[in-house]
Each structure stands twice: as structure tokens, then as C-alpha cells.
């Protein structure tokens, strides 16, 4: 059974980056359809889809982090990366990795949050101005 596991958030001033990973255990490899995401929850608000990755590596990006965060993976590792850059105090929240098995998030919309099925503990992000 697939397992992920969330690291490298922190606390960082606007303007600042953070690069969070999300290693994956288990057979991972069965599910050649898979597309892994990041999803956000901000304290006291609905959670919220921020990227996606398939595996043709095709990226797509919720609109309020295109051109600041990129989502990235290491096949070998079985790590999943989010880059953020230019970080900004509404970006605080918990940042959690997920998987959709069948591929759907990534080719739908960040929105679909219900595709995903496998999920992290998540990895605490906070940013003050």
C-alpha cells in the first residue's frame, strides 16, 4: 500500500522560498496512470488544490501560484518536490502531498481534490510579512 510523507516546511518572510518534498513508499510503480499533487489548507478554510504532476510529467498549477511555485519529481527517489518562491502571508498553511491513481486531478483541474485518494500527514508552512 502506498504511503507519503511530507518535509521542508517551515516558517519564512513574504518574498522568501521553501522547497517541500513528499516521499512515497510502497508499489507506487503498479499505477502507471497516477498523477501526485500538493494540496494546501489554510486554518479555519476548505483545502485547496495547488499542483499536479502526471506521468508524463505534465505539470498543472492552481492560478494563485502559477509563475511562483513548480512541482517537480525524482522517479529514482520516489520524491516529490514543491518549489515555492515569492511566498506571500496567504500562502501559510498545512501543505500536504496526495495521489490520484487513476490520473484524473492532473488532466481536470487542482479544484478536484476528490479524485485524490492516498494522502500525507502534511508539512506546516508559514509566512509572515
Known amino acids: 500500500q502506498v504511503q507519503l510523507a511530507e518535509s521542508g516546511g517551515g516558517s519564512v518572510l513574504a518574498g522568501g522560498s521553501l522547497r517541500l518534498s513528499c516521499v512515497a513508499t510502497?508499489?507506487?510503480?503498479?499505477?502507471?496512470?497516477?498523477?501526485m499533487a500538493w494540496v494546501r489548507q489554510e486554518t479555519g478554510k476548505e483545502r485547496e488544490g495547488v499542483a499536479g504532476?502526471?506521468?508524463?510529467?505534465?505539470?498543472t498549477y492552481a492560478d494563485f501560484v502559477k509563475g511562483r511555485f513548480t512541482i517537480s519529481r525524482d522517479y529514482a527517489k520516489k520524491t516529490l518536490y514543491l518549489q515555492m518562491d515569492s511566498l506571500e502571508p496567504e500562502d501559510t498553511g498545512m501543505y500536504y502531498c496526495?495521489?490520484?491513481?487513476?490520473?484524473?486531478?492532473?488532466?481536470?483541474?487542482?479544484?478536484?481534490?476528490?479524485?485524490?485518494?492516498?494522502w500525507g500527514q502534511g508539512t506546516l508552512v508559514t509566512v509572515s510579512s
Open positions: 496526495a495521489a490520484d491513481f487513476g490520473g484524473t486531478f492532473c488532466s481536470s483541474g487542482t479544484e478536484n481534490l476528490r479524485y485524490l485518494e492516498v
Open positions: 510502497g508499489y507506487f510503480y503498479r499505477h502507471s496512470s497516477y498523477c
Open positions: 504532476i502526471d506521468r508524463d510529467d505534465r505539470t
